[in-house]
């Protein structure tokens, strides 16, 4: 499965790439089911329940370039990728690829919703998390 989204961003991309690639940030937003998360440098784990498909853990890490956040987790209901990339001044690309085939067809419309719900709301919550941080 693989979901992309180009969301417009009013940020400039220093402070927004230091807030997108802390994990207990992005995570909990691109999955929403997640219930408890670590962050531990540039690891993170954690757990969460889809519903219908159950309880799950997960482990990542993220690697942070200078136009690129990349994300690689793993999770006991399958394992992806969530890349963050600089598409042009003010917009940015959500591009995320998930490996397991039988929850893929309910995870799609889980995330192809909650990537919609990011649109509208993403850049507000990054000038919350702004003002929270001092950046």
Do not use: A
């Amino acid at each position: 499965m693989e979901l992309e989204k180009e969301i417009k961003v009013n940020h400039e991309i220093t402070s927004l790439f230091k807030i997108l690639s802390d994990p207990c940030f992005i995570i909990p937003k691109i999955f929403p089911s997640i219930k408890h998360i670590e962050c531990k440098g540039d690891e993170f784990k954690g757990n969460g329940n889809l519903s219908i498909l159950g309880e799950y853990d997960f482990r990542g890490r993220v690697y942070v370039g200078d136009s690129r956040i990349k994300y690689i987790y793993n999770t006991t209901k399958g394992n992806g990728t969530l890349e963050i990339e600089k598409v042009n001044v003010g917009i940015i690309k959500l591009k995320l690829e998930h490996d397991n085939g039988l929850s893929s067809y309910f995870i799609r419309f889980l995330f192809s919703s909650n990537l919609r719900k990011m649109e509208k709301e993403l850049d507000e919550e990054i000038r919350i998390e702004r003002i929270r941080r001092k950046i």
